[in-house]
C-alpha cells in the first residue's frame, strides 16, 4: 500500500514539475531590486504582447432613433371628469373609510338613475411606498370601491377599474396633508364614442 | 510500478513533492498575472496613472478612462500634477517606480475623418508592454471608443470583463406623462425612446441586450410592451383590465413573468412569446407583484403581502416551495438578483424612508447600504460591482450608482430630470 502511494506521489510530483518547467519563469519581487532599465532597454526587449497587434478595433454603436410605436387605439369612452369628488385612504391601507361611503352612495344612486352611463375608478397613491408596489395598492383601492358599488347594487360590467400607483400625484409637497391629498380614488364618467 | 518505486524512503518523496508544488505556485502567480484580485475584499487598489493622450480629443478620451477606472474602486489614479513623465515622453520606468505607480497608461488620437486611438498600457515594474491596441470610430462615438479602451485595461489588468460600455434603461418624466430613456452606465448620452403612452414604467432587458419589456398606461389600460432596440419597434404583447407590469425576461428570451390583476388580485404570470400561452404561477386572495426570475431560471423573488406587510419571497419557477425571506421591517419590495444569483437586492422602509439592502436568497445576510433620502429600485450591473438605484437624497429624483458593498453613491442623471426606475443592462 506504501509503495502504491509512493507512486502516485511520484507521478503527482512529476506533472506538477513537468508542468511547472514549460512555464515562463518571472519574479516580480526580484526585479523590483534591479535598477531600472532605461527606455533604450525597453526598447530591445522584445515586448510580449497578450494580443497580437491586429488592424484597429472598430468602435461603433447603435443609434437609438425614435421608434415606432404601434398599436395606439383610438379611445374607446368620452370622459367627464369632476362630476364626483375624490374619496381617500389611510397610509397603506385599502379600506373604504366611512367618511368615503356617503359618496360611493351618491355614486351608486346616480348610476342607477343614469343606466346608460358606466364610471372608471382611478386608485392613486402618495409616494412614500414604491412605485411598483404602489401599483398594486392603487389597484386594490380602485378594486376595493369597486366592491363596495357591486355590494350597492350596480352591475360589475358598469365599472371599469385602473391604478395610477404615485404617478399622479395632485400634489407634490412632502407633507401629511398632500400625501393624503393624493391617497384617493378618482372618479371618471365615461361615455361610449360614437353615443 | 516496480521500476517506479526504486525510492524506498517516502519522507523523502513528500519532501520532493513539497518543493516542487511550493516551487511551481511560486512561479504560477507571475506567469498568469492577476494585477488586482478583484474576488478578494481585501486587494489593495493598484497605483496606475493615466497619461493625457496626445491629440485634440486627448484630454476627453484619457479623462473618460480614468473616471471609469476610478469608480471601479479597484485603482489608486496617481494625479497628473505628481507625474514625473510628460505624457510625450517614452515610457520609462524609472520615472514611475519613485511614485510607487505599478501601471502606466500612455496614448495617441490621430483626428481624420475619423478617431484613430492608440493606447498602450505599461507594467512599470517589469518595464514591458501588457497591452497595445489601436481603435478607430466616427467622431460621435467617442465615448463608445473611450469606455472600449478603459474595459480593454479593465480586463489586463484584472482578467475580468469590464461594464463600461453598459447601459442602463430608466424612466423619466416628460411632458404630463412618464417615458422609457436610455443612458450610458456613467450617466451621459441620455436618450428618450419617444414612445408614447401616458405612464410608463418598469423597463427590462431581455438577456442579450436587443430587447426591453416594459409597463404602460395608453388608454386607460396598462399593457406590456416590447422594444426592439435593433430593428427598433414596439409591440404590444399583453394588455387586459386591471394592473400588469412585467417582472423579468425568463433565460430563454422567449418567456417573460409579469403581475397581473386581470382575474382580480395581484397574481404572477409567465407568459410565452411565441405562443402568446399565459400560465398563471400564484392564486390567493393577497397581492403578488415584483416577479424577478433568478439569473439560472430555476426561481423567482416576489412581494407578496400575505403575511399582512408587503414582503419577499422566493420560489421556484413551478411555484412551489414558497419561503419568506424578508422578517426585518414592514414594507419590503422591488427584489432583483445578482448576476451570479448569489444576492437579491431589494428596497426596504426604515422609519419613514426606503433604503437599499442586500439579503441571501436564503434570508441570511441582510445588509442595508443606503441611509440618505427614499432609495428605490435596485439594479445590479453585469458583473454584479456595482447597483444602480433611484434616489430623492438631493432634491427631485434622480439616478444613482454604488459599488455593491454600498461604497461611492453618486448621482449619474443631471438636476434637470427626472429619474427613476433603472435597470442595468447586460454586458
Not at chain 1, 2 to 26: E, H, N, T, W, Y
Not at chain 1, 40 to 58: H, M, N
Not at chain 2, 44 to 64: M, N, R, V
Amino acid at each position: 500500500m506504501k509503495k502504491v502511494f509512493a507512486v502516485i506521489l511520484m507521478l503527482v510530483a512529476g506533472s506538477v514539475f513537468f508542468g511547472c518547467s514549460q512555464r515562463k519563469v518571472v519574479q516580480p519581487e526580484a526585479q523590483q531590486q534591479q535598477p531600472a532599465v532605461s527606455p533604450e532597454e525597453t526598447k530591445k526587449k522584445a515586448p510580449i504582447r497578450p494580443e497580437e497587434k491586429i488592424a484597429a478595433e472598430k468602435i461603433t454603436e447603435q443609434q437609438l432613433a425614435k421608434v415606432e410605436t404601434r398599436d395606439i387605439e383610438a379611445p374607446k369612452y368620452i370622459e367627464e371628469k369632476g362630476v364626483f369628488e375624490d374619496i381617500y385612504f389611510d397610509f397603506d391601507r385599502y379600506d373604504i373609510r366611512s367618511d368615503a361611503k356617503p359618496v360611493l352612495e351618491k355614486i351608486a344612486s346616480w348610476l342607477l338613475k343614469n343606466t346608460s352611463e358606466k364610471i372608471l375608478i382611478e386608485g392613486h397613491c402618495d409616494e412614500r411606498g414604491t412605485n411598483e408596489y404602489n401599483l398594486a395598492l392603487g389597484d386594490r383601492r380602485a378594486k376595493a370601491t369597486k366592491d363596495f358599488l357591486i355590494a350597492l347594487g350596480l352591475s360589475p360590467k358598469r365599472i371599469e377599474i385602473i391604478s395610477y400607483g404615485e404617478e399622479k400625484p395632485l400634489c407634490t409637497e412632502k407633507t401629511e396633508d398632500c400625501w393624503q391629498k393624493n391617497r384617493r380614488d378618482h372618479f371618471v364618467v365615461l361615455r361610449e364614442t360614437g353615443k | 510500478m516496480k521500476k517506479k518505486s526504486k525510492i524506498q524512503n517516502p519522507n523523502f518523496k513528500i519532501l520532493i513533492l513539497l518543493l516542487f508544488t511550493f516551487h511551481c505556485s511560486l512561479f504560477t502567480v507571475s506567469e498568469a498575472k492577476v494585477y488586482i484580485d478583484i474576488s478578494s475584499p481585501a486587494s489593495k487598489q493598484l497605483p496606475i496613472a493615466i497619461q493625457e493622450f496626445s491629440g485634440t480629443t486627448g484630454k476627453e478620451i484619457s479623462e473618460i478612462i480614468r473616471n471609469d477606472l476610478e469608480f471601479t474602486g479597484l485603482f489608486f489614479l496617481i494625479d497628473r500634477s505628481a507625474q514625473l513623465e510628460n505624457p510625450s515622453q517614452t515610457f520609462n520606468p524609472r520615472n514611475w517606480t519613485p511614485l510607487g505607480v505599478e501601471a502606466v497608461v500612455k496614448g495617441s488620437v490621430e483626428e481624420g475623418k475619423d478617431l484613430t486611438v492608440v493606447a498602450i498600457l505599461y507594467d512599470v515594474l517589469e518595464g514591458r508592454e501588457l497591452l497595445r491596441k489601436e481603435y478607430s470610430a466616427e467622431k460621435e462615438f467617442i465615448r463608445p471608443l473611450s469606455h472600449s479602451i478603459a474595459n480593454d485595461i479593465y480586463k489586463a489588468l484584472t482578467g475580468e470583463t469590464g461594464i463600461f460600455r453598459s447601459k442602463i434603461a430608466f424612466v423619466a418624466e416628460e411632458g404630463n406623462g412618464k417615458g422609457i430613456f436610455i443612458m450610458d452606465w456613467d450617466g451621459k448620452k441620455i436618450k428618450r425612446t419617444g414612445l408614447k403612452g401616458n405612464v410608463a414604467i418598469s423597463p427590462r432587458w431581455s438577456r442579450d441586450g436587443t430587447k426591453l419589456l416594459f409597463s404602460a398606461e395608453r388608454n386607460r389600460q396598462w399593457g406590456i410592451y416590447l422594444l426592439n432596440l435593433t430593428i427598433r419597434t414596439e409591440n404590444k404583447v399583453f394588455s387586459s383590465k386591471g394592473t400588469n407590469v412585467v417582472g423579468d425576461f425568463l433565460p430563454d428570451g422567449n418567456n417573460f413573468i409579469f403581475y397581473s390583476s386581470k382575474d382580480g388580485n395581484p397574481d404572477l404570470y409567465i407568459m410565452n412569446l411565441k405562443d402568446n400561452e399565459i400560465t398563471r404561477l400564484t392564486s390567493s386572495y393577497s397581492n403578488e407583484v415584483s416577479p424577478s426570475v433568478s439569473p439560472d431560471g430555476r426561481y423567482i423573488a416576489f412581494v407578496s403581502d400575505k403575511g399582512g406587510s408587503p414582503q419577499i419571497y422566493v420560489m421556484r419557477i413551478d411555484s412551489s416551495d414558497v419561503r419568506r425571506i424578508t422578517f426585518e421591517g414592514s414594507y419590503n419590495t422591488s427584489p432583483s438578483w445578482s448576476p451570479k444569483g448569489d444576492r437579491i437586492i431589494f428596497s426596504g422602509r426604515r422609519g419613514m424612508t426606503n433604503q437599499i439592502f442586500l439579503v441571501n436568497p436564503d434570508g441570511t445576510g441582510l445588509t442595508q447600504l443606503t441611509t440618505q433620502g427614499n432609495n428605490e429600485d435596485p439594479s445590479f450591473s453585469p458583473d454584479g460591482r456595482y447597483v444602480a438605484f433611484s434616489s430623492d437624497r438631493d432634491g427631485l429624483k434622480g439616478i444613482y450608482i454604488m459599488r455593491a458593498n454600498g461604497e461611492s453613491q453618486k448621482r449619474i442623471t443631471p438636476d434637470s430630470i427626472i429619474a427613476s426606475g433603472p435597470r442595468w443592462s447586460p454586458n
